[in-house]
């Protein structure tokens, strides 16, 4: 048996027992790992609030070779991602970057790039950015580690310049030219504006986003955009992602 000890960000939190909790967490150089925390149900837990959807903790667990589940030992809150979570929108995007998290990431392999993504996204929450300019930078940018959807520069059909917009054909992971991808009449038009979005502003921190954001017409595009693209790589959409759009439909028509 191996003890480790390592800063982690919390992915999803399932009960086991009356009495435990299986919880996922990323860690740096271990990447994605599910462990038991006995007694984290109980009323007097020394647990108690810490296993908090993307809160950041410094955990301590034990691996044996040949299982899957470690067991976790000791829970100490960096941060608490308490204030993300204060109302109903805030509950269901801390799910929905969480979901995608462990989605892209794979069991016990490096995931040092998807922690500083989300760790950094979290943090910018805290400190005031819109939960959906957020929402839609940790989106493009989970995409783009997992070698999906790089910046669009060029057209992979002709090399023509996309600065002047580009189409994104259906059942495709990348943005065509329109002479290239107009054929396809269920292609969805992208405007310059969303382009420069995911080619030039993506590049910058987001706090610095947040000074000067795009316009809401340019994240809904470009949440539209990421979420074709990851349904056709993933050929299934993500649950939080349809509760949070099912949850948006009934709001709107109260």
Not at 63 to 70: M, T
Not at 86 to 100: C, F, M, P, R
Not at 149 to 162: H, M, R, S, V, Y
Not at 169 to 178: G, K
């Amino acid at each position: 048996m191996e003890i480790f000890t390592a800063d982690a960000l919390v992915l999803e939190v399932r009960d086991l027992s009356d009495a435990d909790r299986l919880v996922t967490f990323l860690v740096r150089d271990g990447g994605k790992k599910t462990g038991v925390a006995r007694g984290a149900r109980r009323k007097h837990s020394r647990y108690a609030g810490r296993f908090l959807p993307l809160s950041k903790l410094t955990l301590t667990w034990a691996e044996k070779p040949g299982k899957d589940l470690v067991r976790i030992s000791t829970a100490e809150t960096q941060r608490s991602s308490h204030r993300i979570q204060e109302d109903l929108e805030g509950i269901l995007v801390a799910a929905y970057l969480a979901d995608q998290a462990n989605v892209f990431v794979q069991e016990n392999e490096p995931g040092d790039l998807y922690f500083r993504l989300l760790d950094t996204t979290v943090e910018g929450l805290l400190e005031g950015v819109p939960l959906d300019l957020g929402a839609r930078y940790f989106e493009a940018w989970a995409l783009r580690l997992a070698g999906i959807f790089p910046p669009p520069q060029e057209c992979p059909g002709c090399g023509q310049d996309l600065a002047a917009g580009a189409v994104l054909p259906a059942h495709e992971e990348m943005l065509l030219c329109p002479e290239c991808g107009g054929e396809d009449p269920a292609a969805l038009s992208v405007s310059p504006e969303v382009v420069a979005f995911f080619d030039g502003a993506l590049m910058r921190k987001l706090e610095e986003l947040a000074q000067d954001p795009p316009h809401p017409k340019v994240l809904r595009q470009a949440e539209e955009i990421c979420v074709r693209i990851r349904r056709s790589f993933l050929q299934q959409e993500l649950r939080s992602y349809r509760v949070l759009q099912q949850t948006r439909r009934q709001l709107g028509e109260l």
